[in-house]
């Protein structure tokens, strides 16, 4: 008789444990799921329109007069830390329109300081290039999206 309830209390243990191991095992699958919801603006970072000013660029047949001028002031405020088209202080524009929104470009032109603090592309990227941080050259908006459109043409 003795064992007889010394059994049925080990398999009512062995079940409260079995138990115990399930619902744990539920609340471990919610964490991926949480981290999924977090993640589609780094699974595709043209969706990403950054942190700033610019919210919506609409990108016309490419303007040759604002390739000019945005040619000019890049070379001007930009070349002591970007080259063209290779890594340097900071990474080479060529090819950015098709790893970053135009947004998020302008922004991160506009909007540095905010940017990589809080942007996962920008903050990444400040990890990358040794934590020295994109510089505010006080655009106007004007004049970031003339360079923008010099990078257009940046393959
Ligand atoms: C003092 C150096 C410095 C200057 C000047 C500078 N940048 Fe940067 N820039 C960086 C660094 C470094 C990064 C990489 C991100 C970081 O570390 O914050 C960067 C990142 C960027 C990015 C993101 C690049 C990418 O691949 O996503 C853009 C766009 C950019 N800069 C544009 C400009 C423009 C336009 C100018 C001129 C108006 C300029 N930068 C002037 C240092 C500089």
Known sequence: MKYTVFLFCVSLTIASCGGGSESQ?????????????SEPAEADPMLNKGIGPITSVTLG??????VDEGKVIYEELCTACHKPTEKFIGPAPAGIMSRRSPEWIMNMILNPEQMVKEDPIAKKLL???NMAP???QNLTEDQA?????????LE
């Open 145 to 153: 999206r003339k360079v923008l459109e010099y990078f257009r043409t």
């Open 127 to 129: 990890v990358e290039y």
């Open 25 to 37: 095992e539920s609340s471990s699958n919610q964490t991926p799921q949480s981290m999924v919801q």
């Open 134 to 136: 994109m510089a505010n």
């Open 61 to 66: 047949p490419l303007d040759q007069a604002l």
